[in-house]
């Protein structure tokens, strides 16, 4: 609609008796658009909104160029020809970003939160150094006191030659007395170790008992020389086949059973000589009496309950009869299967079950059990080919030279038994003399 004046775009600015000059370029102060317009005779913004109106610009943002009026013309128009290289016109409509936005603000935030990230897994990983070292320390404290002494407290920093050799030649034993688990008195399995411990040594035991003498070391047959062997027709095969025992005396009679030694029923010996074998252990104990029975009775499939009770009451006897001697009880030996039709109770199965009753009673009596049958059976369990007779229940010679190799690296450990020459324990005379000196 028409303004005031008459024209349109806007109301024109009144006229004033105040209003300035404008002043000549260069001398400062600002001109006013109409006084600008009546110098140049053009019209100004305020000129009523015609098309030759000049929009403003702000002087301090733009390079201007003087207008055609000269320094009392008209108002310097912006002149692109007077931009800078690189130059970019602000924009006067943009409003500028909030402090703290912006790309430039989003890399610093995100370099921060990277920084905390890597101080918190730096944080984590001490936490867990210390966590670590003071649990080993912890578990260091508890096995140092429940540690015995001998173990915790360290050895003599001076060892003398003859010491240090007799540590490189002695070591722990696998076995130990004790109450057996049956309640009954433990077995004494040796003496462990020498009989003069060092400063730099500590010698180990183990728990426990084992269920059968291990194979410890090997010693040579004179080690059966205050020996007596006991048994039926397989301890007979000794004396038939001269099979050398070092002096070792054989009572061994032909179809001998538990009961016939319990019920001291009179035997008669390869020399056809009447003898009750308990009469002659209890008159002339040995050192070590090595038994085997069993085999007679088991044949012809006998009570098991009954051949049992005869056993237990036959280790009694002995035990009784020689309070002092080392009493080794050896294993029944099974069957082959061509035997099994005339003597069915000596089969595999059989056999083991028996055994196992015998090894209890052992460990019950406090007896030594020897697992000879073990060393004399196949794959299968049954007595080997290699070591039976024709008739699938004796031994040959070859099963002989096996039981005596059995015997001779099942024996309880002592540092004075008679080992062979390269054994785990053999000591010559040079340094058994040495070990005499220790103090």
């Not at 076995?175 to 010698?203: H, K, L, V």
């Not at 007595?383 to 699938?392: F, K, R, T």
């Not at 059995?406 to 340094?431: F, M, R, W």
Request: glycine share 12%; hydrophobic share 35%; aromatic share 8%.
């Amino acid at each position: 609609m028409p303004n005031k004046e008459g024209g349109y775009g806007g109301y024109r600015r009144q006229p004033s008796d105040n209003n300035r000059r404008v002043r000549a370029p260069g001398a400062g102060g600002v001109r006013r658009a109409d006084d600008a317009a009546r110098t140049s005779g053009q019209p100004g913004r305020a000129s009523g909104g015609g098309t030759g109106s000049i929009p403003r610009s702000d002087p301090r943002s733009a390079p201007y160029a003087p207008g055609p009026g000269g320094e009392g013309g008209r108002r310097a128009r912006y002149d692109p020809d007077a931009l800078g290289e690189g130059w970019v016109r602000p924009d006067p409509y943009r409003r500028p970003a909030p402090q703290g936005q912006g790309p430039g603000a989003d890399a610093a935030r995100a370099r921060a939160r990277a920084r905390a990230a890597r101080d918190r897994r730096r944080a984590r990983r001490r936490l867990l150094v210390l966590l670590t070292v003071a649990g080993l320390l912890v578990v260091s404290g508890i096995v140092t006191l429940v540690l015995p002494e001998s173990v915790t407290t360290p050895p003599s920093a001076v060892a003398t030659a003859e010491t240090a050799l007799a540590n490189r030649l002695v070591a722990p034993l696998p076995y130990a007395g004790g109450e057996t688990s049956q309640g009954g008195q433990g077995i004494d399995w040796g003496a462990i170790g020498p009989a003069r411990q060092t400063d730099t040594y500590t010698y180990t035991v183990a728990p426990a008992v084992p269920a059968s003498l291990p194979e410890f070391g090997r010693v040579t047959t004179d080690w059966f020389s205050d020996a007596v062997f006991l048994g039926d027709s397989l301890t007979l095969g000794y004396l038939e086949y001269d099979i050398d025992l070092s002096g070792a005396r054989v009572l061994a009679y032909q179809g001998a059973s538990p009961n016939n030694f319990v019920n001291r029923t009179t035997l008669k010996n390869i020399d056809d000589v009447e003898e009750i074998p308990l009469d002659i252990l209890a008159a002339d104990p040995p050192a070590k009496l090595y038994l085997l029975v069993g085999t007679n009775a088991l044949a012809g499939g006998t009570n098991d309950e009954g051949f049992l009770n005869y056993y237990g009451r036959l280790l009694d006897e002995l035990k009784t009869i020689l309070p002092d001697s080392m009493i080794f009880v050896q294993s029944v030996l099974p069957a082959r299967g061509e035997a099994l039709e005339t003597s069915p109770g000596l089969s595999v199965e059989h056999i083991a079950s028996i055994n196992d009753s015998i090894q209890s009673l052992c460990a019950e009596k406090g007896c030594y059990y020897l697992d000879l049958a073990s060393a004399l059976t196949d794959d299968t369990g049954a007595l080997a080919e290699e070591y039976a007779q024709p008739d699938g229940i004796h031994l040959t010679v070859k099963g002989y030279n096996a039981w005596v190799t059995y015997l001779c690296t099942h024996v309880p450990y002592d540092k004075d038994n008679p080992y062979q020459a390269g054994s785990t324990y053999y000591l010559d005379e040079s340094i058994r003399s040495l070990l005499a000196d220790l103090p």
